[in-house]
């Protein structure tokens, strides 16, 4: 298992877990103020990129370690 194939799964892991969550807390919080389909949507991009920049700042400090 090459190591750009461990990164790309990590990456891949995390940003799906990351939409997942962004959804259901977004979905729990702006729900009532947004409504529901516009309140996932954006919870889901803004886990998305959190997680996404996440990950690519902890594989860019472990790489320098």
């Known amino acids: 298992m090459s190591v750009g194939l461990v990164i790309l799964s990590l990456l891949t892991g995390v940003a799906a877990a990351a939409a997942a969550a962004g959804a ?12 529901s389909e516009l309140a996932a949507y954006m919870g889901c991009l803004y886990g998305l990129l959190a997680g ?6 902890g594989v860019l400090v472990s790489l320098m370690i």
Do not use: K, M, W, Y
């Open 24 to 35: 259901f807390s977004g979905l729990r919080i702006g729900a009532q103020t947004l409504g």
């Open 52 to 57: 996404v920049v996440a990950v690519v700042a």
